[in-house]
């Protein structure tokens, strides 16, 4: 009987290998979630805000490697308090950017939704916006203004939605109005995740029908996934809420590189910047974060 040949061999066992380094990385992300519910239980009460970030930042870095996602280095020198923008591809961008720099988030309430991660979510100082009405993102922007002037970082998500991170969607302008209000400065943040060649990483994004629980299994099957976030120029609050989304969505097109988006597609609706959880799904839940 003829020897299998190195071809078969390969093409038995990197799949077999892929599968088990899957299941490797599937157990520890439901250590870590259940040791970050205990935290967060029974320090959180007890800690202040200084120990809180730091325990947000130190759980989101080991959540990233633990899902083996590198992220690129970066020199983080941001004010304690300003309201941070960013394109968003998938529910893993919030660990990927708390990793880089401890900051408060404001999600769509079905982000709550999620499998224990959407109760981390809640119990960890996250701003929610209702869905439905101008009044809901008003009292959002007011609760942003309030945090940012209590000295927070505040990262929003202007398309209000994920893409699979070729292109960016038009931004929404409503949230913006807190970093007026606030006086704080507007950072914009350019995201994108590449494979081991450089090219764009298909894994990480989180659109369409996709389930939470598919996503979860993408990145964790996929190998030498790189986030890499850049902080460009920052924005001072001297202008309107719609011209403020015109320079951070052209600033973040120029520096991934996409077509820039026309400026009468900019919105100023109620779903403003908040991450898209999408339909609850059973036991799966909803979409990006």
């Not at 190195?6 to 380094?21: A, E, G, K, N």
């Not at 945090?147 to 969607?169: C, D, K």
């Not at 996503?215 to 924005?235: D, K, P, Q, Y």
Request: charged share 20%.
């Amino acid at each position: 009987m003829p020897l299998p040949s190195i071809y078969c061999v390969h093409s038995v066992l990197v799949p077999l290998f892929r599968d088990i380094r899957a299941a490797w990385r599937l157990i520890h992300v439901v250590w870590l979630v259940l040791r970050g519910i205990a935290t967060v239980r029974i320090c959180f009460p007890r800690w202040g805000a200084v120990q809180q970030r730091a325990m947000k930042q130190a759980w989101s870095r080991r959540l990233v490697e633990v899902l083996g996602v590198r992220i690129d280095p970066c020199d983080v020198q941001l004010p304690a308090s300003t309201l941070i923008v960013c394109n968003h591809i998938s529910w893993l961008d919030v660990f990927v950017m708390n990793a880089l720099t401890p900051t408060t988030f404001v999600c769509k309430d079905e982000v709550k939704d999620w499998p224990a991660l959407g109760w981390l979510v809640e119990h960890s100082g996250t701003l929610f916006i209702e869905r439905g009405s101008r009044a809901a993102a008003a009292r959002s922007a007011q609760a942003m203004t309030m945090r940012l002037t209590g000295g927070e970082r505040i990262a929003v998500f202007p398309e209000g939605t994920t893409t699979q991170g070729s292109s960016m969607l038009p931004f929404r302008a409503a949230l913006f109005q807190a970093a007026i209000d606030a006086q704080v400065s507007v950072q914009p943040a350019s995201l994108r995740y590449r494979d081991a060649t450089g090219a764009r990483s298909h894994a990480p994004a989180y659109d369409g029908d996709l389930s939470f629980g598919q996503s979860m299994l993408n990145i964790v099957r996929a190998s030498g996934i790189h986030a890499e976030i850049r902080f460009l120029e920052a924005l001072a609050p001297t202008c309107g809420r719609r011209e403020l989304a015109r320079l951070s969505e052209a600033a973040i097109t120029r520096d991934l590189g996409f077509m820039p988006i026309p400026e009468e597609q900019i919105l100023d609706d109620e779903l403003a910047a908040a991450p898209d959880a999408g339909s609850p799904l059973p036991a799966d839940a909803a979409r990006a974060a």
